[in-house]
C-alpha cells in the first residue's frame, strides 16, 4: 500500500479501521507486558487511534508515526489536546501533554525519532500492509528497536483469497517468522467473524483475531 492510497483514504473519509472507543484487547492484555507507567510507549501507522489516549493515560509517553497529517490534527481537535506542531529533522511532528506524533512514512525514520523506545503497540499496522510490505516493516521496527523490546501485537488471519486487503490476513505462522528470534506469546486467539457482517455477506469462511505478546531477546 503507497502513501497515495492512504492520503486518498483519509481524504475522502474511507476510514472504517477507526474505532470510536478504546481496543478491548489493549485494555485487556496490556498490563500483562509488564512495563513500567512512564515507559514510552511506539504507536507506528497509528491514525488518529483513541487507542493512543488511553496508554497516555495510563502514563505512557507515546510516540506515533503516521502519514497524512490530517489524522493527526484530528486527534488533536477531536480529543481536545493542545498540540503544536514543530520540525524534528525530515518530520513535521505534533507534540504536548506526553504526545509525539511525527508526520511522515515509517520507512524514513531513524532510532533518533524513538529515543530508545522499547515498548511497541501495533493494531491495525502489520495487517494494513500488503506481504512484501510486512516484511520490510517488521525488519526496520526490530533494527529501529535494537534489543529488549515488548509489544502488543494484533492480528486477523482469514482466507486472503476470499477477500483482498487491507486488512491483510497474517497468518500465525508468518507472524512467527517475522519474529524469529523473538519470544512469541498468543494471549487471545477468537473468531470474530460474527463481528464483521460485511466481511462474512463478502463471502468470508473464517475470521480469526489474535493477540500476541512479542519480547526481543536480552542477549
Ligand atoms: C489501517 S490504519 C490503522 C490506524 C491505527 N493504527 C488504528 O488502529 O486506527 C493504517 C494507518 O497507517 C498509515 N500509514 C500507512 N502506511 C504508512 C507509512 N508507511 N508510514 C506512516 N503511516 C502509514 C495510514 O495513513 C493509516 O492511517
Not at 62 to 85: M, N, P, T
Not at 158 to 168: N, T
Amino acid at each position: 500500500m503507497e502513501a497515495d492510497f492512504w492520503h486518498a483514504r483519509w481524504q475522502r473519509g474511507e476510514i472504517g479501521f477507526h474505532k470510536q472507543s478504546t481496543n478491548p484487547l489493549l485494555t485487556r492484555w496490556w498490563p500483562s507486558l509488564g512495563l513500567a507507567a512512564d515507559e514510552p510507549v511506539w504507536v507506528p501507522l497509528c491514525g488518529k487511534s483513541l487507542d493512543m489516549l488511553w496508554l497516555r493515560e495510563q502514563g505512557h509517553p507515546v510516540i506515533g508515526v503516521e502519514l497524512a497529517r490530517s489524522a493527526l490534527d484530528a486527534f488533536a481537535r477531536e480529543q481536545g489536546l493542545d498540540l503544536h506542531w514543530s520540525q524534528r529533522d525530515d518530520f513535521a511532528c505534533l507534540a504536548g501533554q506526553g504526545f509525539e506524533l511525527l508526520c511522515g512514512d515509517f520507512f524514513a525514520l531513524c532510532p533518533e525519532h524513538l529515543h530508545g523506545v522499547r515498548a511497541v503497540y501495533d493494531r491495525a499496522a502489520l495487517i494494513a500492509l500488503p506481504v512484501d510490505m510486512r516484511e520490510r516493516y517488521v525488519a526496520h521496527l526490530r533494527t529501529l528497536l535494537g534489543r529488549a523490546w515488548r509489544m502488543l501485537l494484533v492480528t486477523l488471519d482469514y482466507p486472503q483469497e476470499q477477500r483482498p486487503g487491507p486488512p491483510f490476513s497474517v497468518p500465525d505462522d508468518e507472524v512467527r517468522l517475522l519474529f524469529t528470534g523473538c519470544r512469541i506469546d498468543v494471549l487471545e486467539d477468537t473468531d470474530v467473524l460474527a463481528e464483521h457482517p460485511v466481511f462474512r455477506e463478502q463471502g468470508m469462511t473464517s475470521l480469526r483475531e489474535r493477540v500476541y505478546a512479542i519480547q526481543a531477546p536480552t542477549v
